[in-house]
C-alpha cells in the first residue's frame, strides 16, 4: 500500500502547482434532427486539447485559457465542421451547440481523427488503449481478428501464434473480463482459440483496460476488453460487403429501416471454407497426411436499432455460431498412433437495450441478455509412448518391428453454459460531479460432464509426476450473482479530477460477499501532458464457465462440486498503476504507465501428502537389465488432487512504453507505434516460488503503415519476445508399474517386449518448475492493400504474409529416452512463413 500512497502523493502535489486561470467548453453535437452524435470528436484547433462526446452527443473540454477559438467536428458518416468564433473567457462555462450533417462518404472509407486517444485529462483510467475497426482490418498478421490486433498492444501478449487468446499483465486468459455491447461473454473464441468470435466489419470500437480499471466492472482479476459493434449506415435502404480470402468469406448487410420506423439494422455473416477449400489444397500437395481433418466455423450476427423516439432508444443483439471438427487419422496406418476425434461447440447470445435520456444530464440504460455455450466431444486415441524417439516410427516400417508401446485414452465431454442477465446503469451530472451506478443480476445454469479411462501406464506415469489422474466430473449447478456499483467522477481543482469507487459482488457458488474499493485521479500537467494513478481491490469466482476453452495454465481440472465451493473464498488481486500521457506533436504521442499486481487466494488443485513407488539401482548390473535394481518401495512424494482450494499467490510487475504517430488525415502517409514492456510474474505455493508459465520479461513492437500513393498501402509488424519459461527434463527414471505376481499385486519395474528396462522422464521437484527459458521469439508480418474502384463498387485487394524471414520460433518441448538412456529433444515450432491473400468489395 505504500505504493499506493506514494502514487496518489505524487499526483496531489502536481496538482497544487500554481497554474493560470483558465475557462471551460461545453456542449452538444447533433445531427438535423437534434439527436446527439454519440462520441463525436471535438478538437480544438492549434492546441493539443479535446475531447469525445458521451453517449448523447454532450462534451466538456476543461483548461482552456481565455481567448477565441476554432473547432474542428467529426464524426462517423457526416460531414466535419469547421467552427470558428468560439469564445472562452476566465473562469467561465461556454456553451455551444454544433450541428452536423449526413454525408454520403461511405463509414468504412471514414477514419475516426484523434478519437478517444486524445481523451479529456478529467478521464481518470490508467491503462486504456483503444483499436479503430479500420486499423484492424489492415494491420498485417492478424488475419483482421480483433483479439490478434490486441495482441500487439504493449502490456498484452499471446501464449502461441496458434491462439487469440490474451495474456495481459501476468494473468491467463481466463482472469480477463470480455463484453461485447453490454453482454459477458464467457468464450469469445472459435475454431478452438485459433479466433476470436468478433467481426471486424461491424465492430466500431476496441477499448483494453489492462490494470485499474472503476467499479463499473467486476468478477475479473486482470484487464476489460469492452468491444461495441456498430449500427448500421441510414444512408441507404440497402448497402452491401463481402470480404473474400483463401480461407474464409465475411458478408455484411446494412441499411435504415423505413421511414416510418426510425432506426437501422446490420446483418452479418461469416463460415471458414478451411474444412472445403483449404484441406483439398493441403492434401493435394502432400503438406499434410490424407486422415488430416480441417475444422470449420459459421456464425450470423444481428443489430437493429430502433429510434430514436423522443428520448428513447432501443437496440437488439443476437448472435448465433457454431465449430465443428471430425478427425479420423491412422488410417492409414504410415506411423503407430491413431486418432478419432469428433467435436461439435454452439454459441448464443441475444442482448435487449433500452436507452433513455429523460433530461439534459441523466442518461438511463436497461440491458436484458441471454448467453449459452455449449459443446461435446468424443476422443479416443491410441498413441506412442511419449519416452521413445518418434521419429524411428513414422515411416511406416513400424509395423514390422516390436519394440513400439502404445498408451491409449478414451473420453468423452459434455458441456452447457447458460446465463440470464438484468442490468440497471445510470449516469448523471450534476455541477462538479458526473455520478455513475447499476445493479446487475446473473442467473447461472452450468453443466458439466467428463468421463476419461486412461491408460494404467499413462495413469501411473502421471502418478510418478504427482498428478492424480481425475476418472470423471458429473456436476450440474444452477446459481446467482449480484452486483451493485457506484462511482464519482468529481473535479476537485481545474487540474484534479478523481473517482472513488465501491462494488459489491455476491457469489451464491461460494456463498459470500466482497466489498471492492476502487480509485483513481488525474493530474494535467499543461495543456498536453495528464498524469493518472489508480488503485482497487478485485476478485473473481470459480466457475466451470470461466476455464473451459480458456486453457488456464498450470490449474488442472478442478471439481467444482458444491461440497468444495462452499469452502473457497473468491481469487483476489490489488492493483496499482501510475501513468503518464503526452503529446509531443498533433499526430505525435508518447505514454508510459508503471504497474503491480498482487494476487491472492489464487485457486489450485489441492496438493496432499502422498506417496510413490521408487528404487534404487544396485551397485554394478546393466541399467537396461531389471534385475540390476531393487524391489520398488512406497516414499513419501506430495500429489495433485482435483479438489479446488486456495493455495496460491502471485505477483506481476512491470513497465510499459508507447510512442505512437497517429494519422490525422488522408493525406498522412506514415502512422504507426513502438511499443516497449518490460515485465515479471511469479506464482507462490506451498513456500515455492517459479515463474508464471507466461512470465516474458521483455516485449517489443513495431508496427507502421506506409501510403505509397493514393491505391498502394504497406504495413508491417515485427514482434519480439524475451519467451516464456518451461520446466526442462532433469533426467531419466526407471517406470514402476504394478503387477499381479502369485496372486498378489505389487510393485515391478516395467520392461519392454525385448525385456529391457523402461525409463521416463524426470521433471525434477517444485524448484525445477518453469527453470528454463524458450529462445527468444520474433517475426516480421507484412501486409499490402490495392484499391480501386470499377463495376460501381470499392475493391480492396491484399496480400499478407505472416513469418517473411520463416523464423523457427519455439512453442514446445518433447524430451524422449534414447538407447544409451541420454536425454532426446525435439521442438515444435509455430507459424512458418505464411502467405493469404483476399478481396474485399463494397457496393
Known amino acids: 500500500m505504500r505504493l499506493t500512497y506514494t502514487a496518489f502523493l505524487l499526483l496531489a502535489f502536481v496538482s497544487s502547482a500554481s497554474h493560470a486561470q483558465t475557462g471551460s467548453l461545453r456542449g452538444v453535437v447533433t445531427d438535423a434532427r437534434g439527436n446527439g452524435l454519440p462520441m463525436a470528436n471535438v478538437l480544438v484547433v492549434g492546441t493539443a486539447r479535446g475531447a469525445a462526446a458521451d453517449l448523447e452527443g454532450r462534451f466538456e473540454i476543461t483548461g482552456l485559457a481565455e481567448g477565441v477559438y476554432a473547432l474542428n467536428v467529426s464524426f462517423l458518416g457526416y460531414e466535419s465542421r469547421r467552427v470558428e468564433n468560439v469564445r472562452v473567457a476566465e473562469g467561465v462555462l461556454s456553451q455551444i451547440t454544433i450541428l452536423l450533417t449526413e454525408s454520403s462518404i461511405r463509414l468504412d472509407d471514414v477514419k475516426v481523427v484523434g478519437d478517444r486517444d486524445r481523451r479529456s485529462f478529467e478521464d481518470t483510467r490508467t491503462s486504456v488503449k483503444y483499436l479503430e475497426a479500420g486499423t484492424v482490418r489492415v494491420l498485417p498478421g492478424v488475419g483482421e481478428d480483433i483479439l490478434r490486433s490486441v495482441q500487439s498492444l504493449p502490456g498484452v501478449l499471446a501464449p502461441s501464434d496458434f491462439t487469440a ?4 499483465r501476468g494473468s491467463g486468459p481466463d482472469q480477463n473480463l470480455i463484453v461485447m455491447d453490454d453482454i459477458e461473454i464467457f468464450n469469445p473464441y472459435r475454431l478452438y482459440g485459433f479466433i476470436s468470435m468478433f467481426n471486424p466489419e461491424t465492430v466500431t470500437d476496441v477499448s483494453v483496460e489492462t490494470g485499474g480499471f472503476p467499479a463499473k466492472y467486476g468478477d475479473r482479476l486482470s484487464a476489460v476488453l469492452d468491444v461495441t459493434n456498430r449500427s448500421g449506415s ?81 437496440i437488439v443483439n443476437g448472435l448465433t455460431s457454431r465449430d465443428a471438427v471430425n478427425l479420423v487419422s491412422g488410417t492409414e496406418r504410415d506411423r503407430p498412433d491413431s486418432l478419432d476425434w469428433m467435436n461439435q461447440t454452439d454459441h448464443r447470445v441475444l442482448g435487449l437495450a433500452w436507452h433513455y435520456t429523460p433530461g439534459p444530464n441523466v442518461f438511463l440504460k436497461t440491458i436484458a441478455s441471454y448467453y449459452q455455450n455449449s459443446g461435446d466431444t468424443e476422443f479416443f486415441g491410441s498413441f506412442l509412448d511419449p519416452t521413445l524417439d518418434r521419429s524411428q516410427f513414422e515411416d511406416g516400417s513400424w509395423q514390422g518391428r516390436s519394440d513400439y508401446r502404445l498408451l491409449s485414452v478414451d473420453a468423452t465431454t459434455e458441456y452447457n453454459f447458460e446465463k440470464r442477465s438484468m442490468k440497471q446503469e445510470a449516469t448523471w451530472r450534476t455541477g462538479r460531479h458526473v455520478l455513475e451506478g447499476g445493479v446487475g443480476y446473473d442467473r447461472l445454469q452450468t453443466t458439466f460432464r467428463w468421463r476419461s479411462d486412461v491408460d494404467p501406464v499413462l495413469r501411473a506415469i502421471n502418478q510418478s509426476r504427482g498428478i492424480s489422474v481425475l476418472n470423471g466430473v458429473d456436476d450440474v449447478r444452477t446459481y446467482d450473482r449480484i452486483n451493485v456499483y457506484l462511482q464519482d467522477r468529481v473535479s476537485l481543482t481545474p487540474w484534479l479530477t478523481m473517482k472513488p469507487g465501491l462494488r459489491y459482488d455476491w457469489y451464491d457458488l461460494l456463498g459470500k460477499g466482497y466489498i471492492s474499493p476502487r480509485l483513481s485521479a488525474a493530474v494535467r500537467g499543461d495543456a498536453v501532458t495528464t498524469l493518472r494513478a489508480s488503485t482497487g481491490i478485485y476478485y473473481q469466482s470459480p466457475g466451470y464457465e470461466k476455464v473451459v476453452d480458456t486453457q488456464r495454465p498450470n490449474s488442472g481440472l478442478n471439481d467444482l462440486d458444491e461440497r468444495y465451493t462452499r469452502g473457497l473464498e473468491a481469487e483476489r488481486a490489488v492493483h496499482v498503476v501510475l501513468g503518464i500521457d503526452r503529446w509531443l506533436t498533433d499526430d505525435i504521442r508518447v505514454s508510459a504507465d508503471v504497474y503491480q499486481k498482487r494476487f491472492s487466494n489464487l485457486i489450485t488443485p489441492t496438493v496432499v501428502s502422498g506417496s510413490r ?3 534404487s539401482r544396485l551397485a554394478a548390473g546393466d541399467p537396461r537389465d531389471p534385475s540390476s535394481w531393487q524391489t520398488p518401495v512406497l516414499v513419501a512424494f506430495d500429489s495433485l488432487t482435483s479438489i479446488p482450494s ?116 524426470d521433471r525434477g521437484g517444485p524448484n525445477a518448475v518453469n527453470s528454463a527459458r524458450k529462445p527468444a521469439y520474433h517475426r516480421l508480418d507484412v501486409r499490402a492493400t490495392a484499391r480501386t474502384n470499377f463495376w460501381g463498387a470499392d475493391w480492396a485487394f491484399y496480400l499478407d504474409v505472416i513469418n517473411l524471414y520463416n523464423r523457427a520460433n519455439v512453442l514446445n518441448y518433447s524430451y524422449f529416452v534414447r538407447e544409451d538412456l541420454s536425454l532426446g529433444v525435439r521442438e515444435t515450432n509455430m507459424f512458418p512463413i505464411l502467405p493469404t491473400i483476399g478481396v474485399s468489395v463494397r457496393f
Open 165 to 168: 487468446q490474451l495474456v495481459i
Open 234 to 314: 441510414s444512408d441507404l435502404p440497402m448497402q452491401a460487403s463481402i470480404n473474400l480470402s483463401i480461407t474464409n468469406v465475411n458478408a455484411v448487410l446494412e441499411g435504415g429501416l423505413p421511414d416510418w420506423l426510425p432506426g437501422t439494422y446490420i446483418l452479418s455473416a461469416r463460415r471458414t471454407y478451411y474444412d472445403l477449400i483449404a484441406a483439398p489444397l493441403a492434401r493435394r500437395t502432400g503438406a499434410v497426411g490424407a486422415d488430416v481433418a480441417f475444422p470449420n466455423f459459421s456464425d450470423l450476427q444481428a443489430k437493429v436499432t430502433f429510434g430514436p423516439f423522443g428520448p428513447h432508444r432501443f
Open 613 to 615: 513407488y521408487e528404487t
Open 646 to 761: 486456495n493455495q496460491a499467490n502471485g505477483l506481476a510487475r512491470g513497465f510499459e512504453v508507447l510512442l505512437e504517430k497517429k494519422s490525422m488525415s488522408r493525406d498522412d502517409r506514415i502512422s504507426g507505434w513502438v511499443s516497449y514492456a518490460y515485465a515479471t510474474a511469479d506464482r507462490s505455493e506451498r513456500g515455492v516460488t517459479v515463474p508464471f508459465e507466461f512470465d516474458q520479461r521483455h516485449t517489443l513492437n513495431l508496427t507502421g503503415s506506409y501510403k505509397v500513393n493514393a491505391w498502394l498501402d504497406i504495413g508491417t509488424t515485427w514482434r519480439y519476445g524475451s519467451n516464456f519459461p518451461f520446466t526442462p527434463a532433469a533426467g531419466v527414471r526407471p517406470r514402476i508399474v504394478t503387477a499381479t505376481i502369485n496372486g498378489a499385486v505389487q510393485p515391478v519395474v516395467a520392461t519392454d517386449a525385448s525385456g529391457k528396462v523402461i525409463f521416463d522422464v
